[in-house]
């Protein structure tokens, strides 16, 4: 008797999640008809990597509160760093898989150590929900490597 009043409490409050989540995954993955769709990464900033020569960079950004243009936290699942020799040709050079076990700074930054000591490259991240919803890019950055 006490298993069945439980689990019909347990179901009732399960429910609503899962229709919710339904719709969500039927109605343009909760983007509206866009696809992604809501808060970008911000505050993107590229320094030097650590070292005494340099041969990086460490791009570092913080997480958007919400992925969905409807307003709904999404849980984000990854980071996608783009780089590219000029703004308009940015292309993907990494994901940061995201644990979401706090702290999560350590998943806010990505060290590019493909670099080459004095080119300019610029960067742009995105986030990356557990359906696989892309944020728009945050502002794009530069920096010329050590």
């Known amino acids: 008797m006490f298993y ?3 689990a019909r409490v347990s179901f009732a409050g399960l429910l609503p999640r899962f229709m919710g989540l339904w719709l969500c995954l039927t109605i343009a993955a909760c983007g509206g ?3 992604g769709g809501g808060g970008a990464p911000g505050n993107v900033v590229v320094t030097p990597g650590p070292g ?3 041969g990086s960079l460490v791009i570092s950004w913080s997480s958007p509160s919400t992925l969905g ?3 709904n936290s ?3 699942a990854a980071f996608n760093v ?18 979401n076990v706090p702290p999560i700074a350590a998943e806010t930054t ?15 991240v995105t986030a990356v ?11 794009v950055v530069s920096a010329v490597a050590p």
């Open 4 to 6: 069945q009043s439980l």
């Open 33 to 35: 008809g866009g696809g």
């Open 69 to 71: 243009t409807d307003g």
């Open 74 to 76: 999404l849980v984000i």
């Open 110 to 124: 990505f060290t590019d150590a493909t670099v080459t000591s004095g080119d300019t490259f610029f960067y742009a």
């Open 129 to 139: 929900d557990t359906v696989g919803n892309e944020s728009p890019q945050s502002a």
């Open 82 to 99: 783009y780089r590219g020799p000029n703004a308009g040709a940015l292309v993907l050079l990494a994901a940061v898989t995201v644990n």
């Open 52 to 54: 005494p020569g340099g």
